[in-house]
């Protein structure tokens, strides 16, 4: 049996049809997405692929066979690429038992299993074509968790991302196309100097660099923050571990310094001018999206380090900002659960009804910028090491990401915790369920250092 | 490529496109929408096998039945007020300057695809710009899933020329069907929000 069959077409059809069965509440598809996520993700650590593995006393072997071939296309997946599933399905295990705990709609849990069963199928896809292709349907498919549905929601964020989304991908797929047989050209090559110009232009329309109103923020407006840090998660990541496959297929990258110092100053230019922007934001929504702007920025930084350090920098970034992530989505949607608004004259005075929420959200935005001891410190560290000298303009956007994180969390920290006044919102009134496991969870995930082995595992289990 | 009505395909894509840009009933555009996919299949058929360029031209009429459907819900809701004619005016222009500037560098961007005829890159371009054209004036969700339409037959156009493969042109077909069924489920939401506000 093909591996891609558990960890790609499984989940996928079981997400599919958990998130079109018409019964059932979020905690009972959550606990189905739970066990099911945590299961794949065990099995990933345990089940060897392409080797016989003997179970039932020798008498039943089980061989995982590493492909598997649709419509003439062949699909992948190396014993060496076991600990992206961990990483994958351990990551999506941890955003639906967060999901009821925040109160989200039952649809959530099943876009849990979709997403990353999504992301391994693109990075199954031998053909880099096909990857983003598949990438391409799945950052399509986020919409209709941005935009759920019997919910009043205000869509001109998901249909400002619809047109930008459409705008990249043709540019990002004739890329790929001029690029065919071009494995082994060199920089000089007039036809990898255009697919390298159509590509710059649709990572600054997917970065949200162009056209100078950024889609996040606009998402963040119009979206509940946890859905939207959810579908950014396994999009951001997918598109990142697809893009890093880049140098291994195209081996003039590598050597071309021109692309990965153009990288650098995208990195740079997205840190600074979410850093820059972020304090001046009166709605937190937006702050969320110029947030997440700001951790691509760091994600893009460590790409630039190239196939050899990147995955390094990349997986040292990876665990930190899932929990992160899980974390400050989760505190932002119990934070307004009471009014489904994130606007500043909303949510004045709300976090002294659920302290915990409001220190979450404080924390999620000063965390954005690599301060010294959190735990993404060092792999921010360790990109901004291997990038070589710091530039002026680098040291400058560093400067722009701390104060402006600084100044939005002192803001909101103001904000949530001052007195009511004449906020006539309700107040949070219940607890929400299993708030302290959930926060236990996190801080002992997140802080006693186990995200330090599964770095490294994950790490020098680098396939390529 | 030969065949007259191919050269009618590759010439009638962009005037339709052009038309789409600046016909505001949402009647037309559907039409339009299937008349260009019709078009376009047309052209592709001197690259493609005839069943391949038939499913493509399937998808494309069942985006352009989505997005009736999803319009005629939001329609119960109320429609919004017709652009103006100095509106519609200003796009033909700006339309046709950006028709200009394809056909000045199109020597240049068939230089880029050179498998490709020129005259299918000229109609490919035409239907990028036009579509990028309807993404960038407007937030409604009919237009902006009309346009990303328009941008995606352009790019199937050449890419028919590049690729050859069941499931690369079926993930195609599927692409384009799921913004049709995008932009169609933002335009029934948006609506039912404002309807609500």
Known sequence: MSALWIWWLFPLGVGLGLGLWPRGTTRQKARVAVVLNATLALAAALLPIDRVVPVLGYRVVLHLTPEMSILGRTFLWLDGQRPWLVALFGAAALWALAAPGARLA???????????????????????????????????????????????????????????????????????SLLTGLETATWDNPDVRRAMGLMAIALALWMGLFPFHPVYPLLGESAHPARLLLGWHFLHVGLGLVLLRMPTV?????????????????????IGVAGTLLPFQRHLGRAVGYAHMLTLGWSLLAWSLGSDLGPTAFWALYWPRTLWSVAWGWGLAVLALPHDQFDEATLTGQGRDWLPGALLAIAGLLAVAPWPGLPWWPGVAYALHHTGTIAWYGLVALGFAWVGSALTGARWARILLAPRGDNTAPPIRRWPDRAWAWLALAAWLGFNGLAKPLFHWATNSWPF | MSGSWVMWAVWGAPFLALLLLVIDDWRMQVLLLAGLYTLAAATVTAAWPLPLAAAQL?????????????????????????????????RLLVAAAALVVIIQALPTLHAWWPQVPRRVVFSAMALFALGALHLAWTWQPLR???????????????????????????????????????GGYLLVQGSSHEGQA
């Open chain 1, 106 to 176: 039952p649809d959530v849990p099943a876009w849990t299993l979709i997403l990353p069963a999504g992301v391994v199928g693109a990075l199954a896809a031998q053909d880099l074509l096909l990857a983003l292709l598949i990438l391409g349907l799945l950052g399509l498919a986020v919409i209709f968790l941005w935009v759920p549905p019997g919910r009043p929601t205000a869509t001109r964020g998901p249909a400002r991302y619809l047109a930008i989304w459409v705008l990249g991908l043709p540019l990002v797929l004739l890329t790929l």
């Open chain 1, 250 to 270: 195209y081996l003039w990258i590598r050597e071309t310094t021109a692309v990965y110092q153009g990288l650098r100053a995208l990195a740079w230019v997205m």
């Open chain 2, 58 to 90: 399937v998808a494309g009429w069942l985006s352009g039945a989505i997005l009736a459907i999803a319009q005629n819900i939001q329609l119960r809701r109320g429609a919004g007020p017709p652009s103006p004619l100095t509106g519609r005016l200003f």
């Open chain 2, 144 to 182: 902006l899933a009309i346009g990303s339409l328009t941008l995606l037959v352009g790019f199937w156009l050449i890419y028919a020329w590049l690729q050859h493969g069941l499931l690369l042109s079926g993930l195609l077909a599927v692409l384009q069907a799921m913004v049709a069924w995008a």
